[in-house]
């Protein structure tokens, strides 16, 4: 597994749209940039994708110093800023010649990175939350130490109201499928809590419940790959972590062919950019993308 991955444009609009029931779209909700003195750090090394895009949407981007190779969101990103490090490996030397007064990261995968910047002097905050609620809480404590703490509380606000919208939309539902989110292929992992959380909020039913509250991935195995089998998902979606979802690859898996969803060809990909990481992306387009999907599933099987 090597990728995880990563926009939003004007507050006031924005929760008009998430009032009528729609999630907030990338490059349509960002906070106006303070003109007040700066405060906090001034040369930010972002390590992974959801504090370069939750820089941007907050006007904060001239702080960002350095940014990580999967970032896509928002697009800009990529051009302006250079690309020092990967999930589990990163360019030392070259963030070191940025001069950075501040790294982020995220996760115990990521442990090793930071050890070796604080050993040349580097402050590193490294992030460890797994929940929707850990998302918007990231998003305010980033937006604080940048001093933006007003902005980053709109954003959450807004990021909030959209999630709302969506449950409510997803509530009025017929019926609810049953879910199975796979994250990777080989070992068969399937999905993290938020991503869990995210698809009860669309309209589903995460068959794997028990396993979605691991925050590691070792522990999100599916050790016997016909305990999906006999689980019965409607709906099977795919991000395998920035490696593109063969549907047809998995629908060949001995026994699966008796699934729901491999039987009626409700296989779908989630891109990863959108859902396997811990921002603002995974609360707009990923759960919009998910919502959509169940959406278009239960008006299939109305009555």
Known sequence: MNGRASGIGNAQPQRRRAARGGAPASGDFR?????????GPQRIVCLTEEPTETLYLLGEQDRIVGIS???????RARKEKPKVSAFTSAKIGEILKLEPDL???FSDIQADIAAELVRHGVEVWIANHRSVDGILDYIGRLGALVGAAGR???LVAGLRAGLDAIAAEAARLPRRPRVYFEEWDAPQITGIRWVAELVRIA???D???EHAAMSLAKDR????????????????????CGKRFRPEK???RPGWDSIPAVRDGELHEIKSPIILQPGPAALTAGVGEIARIIRQWAERHAG
């Not at 906070?31 to 405060?39: D, I, V």
């Not at 050790?223 to 019965?232: C, M």
């Open 31 to 39: 906070c106006p940039a303070s003109h007040s003195r700066p405060t």
């Open 69 to 75: 190779g999967f970032t896509v969101r928002p697009p």
């Open 103 to 105: 790294a982020i990261g």
């Open 152 to 154: 980053a509380q709109t």
């Open 203 to 205: 309209g589903g039913d």
């Open 207 to 209: 068959i794997f419940p």
């Open 221 to 240: 195995i599916i050790a016997d790959p016909s305990e999906v089998v006999r689980r019965a998902p409607d709906l099977i979606l795919g991000s395998w």
């Open 250 to 252: 998995l629908a060949a």
